[in-house]
C-alpha cells in the first residue's frame, strides 16, 4: 500500500509528486498517457502559451529558453517529459483508473488494465480538461459539415473547402480563428463582448506587470478575484482584435440552434457553413469516483483550497482552486505545496 497516489501525470500531478517526494513516503503517479506530456502533444500545431517562460516551469527546474519569450506547445510537452525524468518521478503510464472506492479508511483504485492499487492518500490531478463540451445541437448538422471539437483541431489541413465557423471566444478560439482566417473565410462565434489585452507593455510580459499589482495573487473569493471571474479571461495579444477589424474574421452572436448546413445565431441570424470548429471547453467527468459527499450535484468537487470533507481524498489542477493559475503551469505550484504541507500534517 502506498501512502498517497496521484491520478494524472500532467502539470499538477508532476508538480505533486515534486514535493511529495520531498516528504520521504511512498507515492505513485498514474497516468492513462503513454508518457508525460502527452497531452501537449495532442494539441494544435500553432498553439503558443500566452505566458511567457518565466511564468510557465513547474518548482524546482525553470523552462529553457529567453524567459520573456512564449513557448510553444512541443517547449511544454518535452520540459514536462524532462521534469518527469529529472526528478525520477514514480509514474505508472498506459494506467486508466475506472474506479476509486474507499473502505476502512484505505482508497483502492481500480484500473482499466484490472490492476488494483490501495493508498492512505489520494490527490485527483486529472486536470480540468477532460471530455469535450459540444452543443446538443450539433446532432442536428449535416454529415457534409466537417466537426471538429478543439481538442481534435491539429491545422487547417483537416478542413475542407469553404468558410469555417469557430464557435467560443476563448483565448483557443482566438488562435484558431486567426490561424484559420489566412486560408478561408473566417466567422468568430461569442457570447460576449470580447475584451483584449496585449501580450507586452513597456517590453514587459502582461503577467509581470500582473505580478506587480497583485492579480495573480488574487484569491477566488476575493473581490479582484470573483471580478475577473465573473468577466472571464480576457484575449491575450492583439491580433485578433486587428483581423477583425479588417473584416478577415467576422463576428457572429452566440450560435444556438443549427439544421443541415445552417447555423442559427441568438440575434436571428443564420450562417450556411462548411467547417465548424467548436472551441466550447470541456466538462468533468467523475463518474468513476465512488466516493460519496465528495461531488456536487452537477459534479463538480466541492472542496476548498483543494480539500475536501472526506480525510485523505484531494483535488489538485482545477480552475480557481485557489488562485487564476490554479489549472495553469504558471500557478500550481502554489497548490501542490499546500496540500503536500496537509497531507504531512496528517502524519502525526
Known sequence: MYHTIIIGAGQAGLAMGYYLKQMNQSFLILDKNQEAGEVWDKRYDSLVLFTPRSFSSLPGLDLDGDPNGFPSKDEISQYLKHYADSFKLP??????????????????????????????????????????????????????????????????????????????????????????????????????????????????????????????????????????????????????????????????????DGNENKIIFQDNTFLNVQNIIWATGFKADYTWLNVSGVLDKKGIPIQRRGITNIKGLYFLGLPWQFRRGSALLQGVANDAKYLMKHIQKGMF
Open 91 to 256: 509514474i505508472k503510464y498506459d494506467t486508466n483508473v475506472i474506479r476509486v472506492q474507499k473502505q476502512n479508511n484505505v482508497f483502492y483504485i481500480s484500473t482499466e488494465k484490472q490492476m488494483e492499487y490501495r493508498a492512505e492518500n489520494i490527490v485527483i490531478a486529472t486536470g480540468p480538461f477532460q471530455n469535450p463540451r459540444i452543443p446538443a445541437f450539433a446532432n442536428k448538422l449535416s454529415n457534409e459539415i466537417v466537426q471538429l471539437h478543439s481538442s481534435e483541431y491539429k491545422n487547417p489541413s483537416q478542413l475542407q473547402e469553404g468558410n469555417v465557423l469557430v464557435v467560443g471566444g476563448g483565448n483557443s478560439g482566438a488562435q484558431i480563428a486567426l490561424e484559420i482566417t489566412r486560408e478561408k473565410k473566417t466567422y468568430l462565434s461569442i457570447s460576449q463582448r470580447l475584451t483584449f489585452l496585449p501580450l507586452l507593455i513597456r517590453n514587459k510580459s502582461i503577467f509581470w506587470w500582473f505580478d506587480k499589482v497583485g492579480i495573480l495573487k488574487a484569491t477566488s473569493n476575493s473581490f479582484f478575484g470573483n471580478l475577473i471571474q465573473k468577466k472571464g479571461d480576457p484575449i491575450f495579444g492583439l491580433e485578433l482584435k486587428e483581423a477583425i477589424r479588417k473584416t478577415e474574421v467576422v463576428i457572429k452572436s452566440r450560435a444556438v
